[in-house]
């Protein structure tokens, strides 16, 4: 292996192209070669390797004490004896000494050496580039970026984004459904996290986040940018529907209406961002029973009953919004629960009662109301399908109110989409939507409140298997959820 004259231009070219120190890439050759020989040769010999850098050669030797006598054949690769030492190295030599004796590069020493060479020096690499990308983004933390899409990750689960001369991978599934680039497209992005610990990266970035979104409508939100409108949390099911609870700290600006904008400029155009992700504004209340019925809008709300010991409420609802308020795959009862930070039970009046569960009437409606033709009419005719003169080719106006629900303004397409999905609900029968169902942020997404009556568990059976023809059929799609919403539009 004497060859040596492209090594040093290698070493300079690797430094400059991955911003590494010189010694480093060295320090990384002799390394390389040593461990080459303990795989070679012995694990326990002694190794010292010497790169002259005007040259660039390379020399290996094997350090050996002198004894007087070698006591055993494994010892030859640490110790030499004292007459043998002489011979070979002079008359000098003296017991206790170090000699360094060279050793010969033979072709299959080489090539390990090589190939060791080869992964210290991509771990270095690689080191390297965590280290610059933690120092570029260390100070970026929680903001919103924008870099270049310039290829996928080797993988193939991901794109390579390039910000400010730094690469980094945006993982599938941190992306938006629907989310797809091409090379050279421009992408916003959220820096979810920067630490210099993490073996694979130190940055975290995230189309998915809540502050994702956050950061979108600081931007294209004077409000919240100026701090008059304090955003007190965000709920996302990204791609799908996201809910944000907010507050004003000037008396003089209606939060909702700042969001939403003039006929919903503002929040069409966030969700525009987001692959039409339907953003619902929620009135942020001190009074957790007020914000727990704001953030359940639409459905009303029978009775509220919380638990802050254990951190849970269990919410009544109207029978005949008990899927509106679950959502497909508990989507809507999910958003709500990530949006209070707390676990929601969800029952219905008639599953409340059967299951001993106190009905409070401390919600936005009253016995009357929910008994009432015009309540249980309205409902029943939402859940039916859309009226021709429910298509909008205009955008509304939205209603002032508390217990107003604001709903991100529909394209054409998502209308159609959306009478697509109706007609073919409209054809299933609509299924009895008694039933019980409890969501967690932390625990599984669906789970059935467990009660000791055994009296009830034919019943409860019963009625859970028509909930779970309501949350798995076909009318009761969140996407859909939509139409509900409609409800609170002029």
């Known amino acids: 292996m004497e060859n040596y004259a492209n090594i040093l231009e290698a070493i300079n070219q690797i430094a400059n192209e991955k911003s590494i120190d010189e010694n480093e890439i060295i320090t990384a050759i002799k390394e390389g070669f040593q461990k080459a020989y303990e795989r070679f040769f012995d694990t326990e010999a002694l190794t010292e390797v010497d790169l002259d850098d005007q040259t660039g050669s390379i020399k290996m030797y094997l350090l050996l004490k002198v004894v007087d006598q070698v006591q055993d054949d494994l010892d030859d690769w640490l110790e030499i004896s004292l007459d043998d030492a002489r011979q070979e190295f002079g008359d000098k030599v003296k017991e206790g000494d170090i000699i360094h004796r060279q050793i010969p590069f033979e072709k299959e020493f080489s090539r390990l050496a090589i190939h060791q060479v080869r992964q210290i020096i991509q771990q270095k690499i690689k080191g390297a580039e965590r280290s610059r990308l933690y120092d570029k983004f260390a100070d970026k933390n929680h903001q919103l970026l924008t870099g270049k899409i310039v290829g996928t990750n080797d993988r193939g689960d991901g794109y390579l984004i390039e910000v400010d001369d730094a690469t980094t991978s945006l993982w599938n599934k941190k992306l938006i459904p629907g989310d797809h680039f091409e090379i050279g497209d421009l992408v916003s992005f959220y820096v979810d996290e920067v630490q210099r610990e993490n073996r694979f990266s130190p940055i975290s970035i995230s189309r998915t986040a809540p502050g994702f979104l956050r950061r979108i409508l600081e931007r294209e939100v004077p409000e919240v940018a100026e701090e008059i409108i304090d955003i007190k949390g965000i709920s996302r099911e990204p791609g799908i529907r996201a809910k944000v609870a907010v507050q004003s700290l000037d008396p003089n600006v209606e939060p909702i209406g700042a969001l939403v904008g003039v006929h919903g400029s503002r929040i069409s155009k966030i969700s525009e961002l987001l692959n039409g992700e339907k953003i619902d504004i929620v009135l942020w209340d001190e009074d957790l029973n007020t914000f727990i019925m704001s953030a359940m809008a639409p459905v009303r709300v029978v009775s509220v009953d919380v638990d802050l010991e254990n951190n849970e409420a269990d919410i009544i609802v109207p029978n005949e919004q008990l899927s509106l308020a679950i959502g497909r795959g508990g989507v809507a009862a999910r958003l709500v629960a990530n949006l209070l930070k707390m676990k929601i039970n969800i029952i219905s009046v008639k599953q409340a009662q059967e299951i001993g569960i106190e009905n409070k009437w401390n919600g936005n ?112 799609d969140d996407d859909d959820e939509g139409d509900e919403y409609d409800s609170y539009y002029d």
């Open 365 to 476: 409606i009253s016995p009357d109301e929910l008994a009432s033709k015009e309540f249980i009419d309205s409902t029943m005719r939402r859940r039916k399908g859309p009226k021709n003169n429910n298509l909008r080719t205009s955008q509304p106006r939205f209603r002032d109110g508390q217990n107003y629900q604001k709903s991100v303004v529909q394209t054409n397409d998502d209308i159609l989409k959306e009478l697509e999905q109706e007609l073919e609900r409209f054809q299933a029968e609509i299924a009895d939507e008694e039933g019980n169902q409890t969501i967690s942020q932390t625990s599984e997404h669906s789970s059935i409140l467990e009660k000791n009556d055994e009296s009830d568990l034919d019943e409860i059976s019963k009625n859970l298997q028509a909930l779970d023809e309501v949350i798995s059929g076909d009318d009761s």
